[in-house]
């Protein structure tokens, strides 16, 4: 998966004007923030290497340097599971007891 290796390399986030489903819905379970935006930003990043820019995940924007902010798409389950370091998994695991209690009271039989 290429999101382990850029995670394992360090990164926690690439920008880019395209992301394949596949990529974003990859990254998104990993951990790794896939974010998209407009050929300006992008431009504007590829001649300004080593800027540092901010991503804020829970405004879903990012500031550039001169504190232009720059809004990118991400559905509110990936940013809740990114805000809280936790997986689908993880997310699952964290309503144990409701899926227990469901368990209980539930018939198997039809």
């Keep these: 998966h290429a999101p382990w290796a850029l995670l394992d390399y360090g990164l926690r986030a690439v920008i ?3 992301i394949a489903d596949i990529f974003r819905s990859n990254s998104l379970k990993n951990g790794f923030l896939p974010i998209v935006v407009d050929e300006a930003t992008h431009k504007w ?6 800027s540092e820019i901010e991503i804020d995940i829970e405004a879903s ?4 340097p001169d504190g232009k902010k720059v809004t990118y798409p991400i559905d ?6 990114l805000l809280n370091g936790i997986d689908q998994l993880g997310f699952l695991l964290g309503h144990e007891q409701d899926i227990l209690k469901f368990e209980k009271e539930r018939t198997w039989k039809p």
């Design 76 to 81: 509110d389950f990936a940013r809740y599971c």
């Design 16 to 18: 880019s004007t395209e």
């Design 61 to 64: 924007c990012i500031t550039l």
């Design 45 to 50: 990043l590829l001649a300004n290497p080593g």
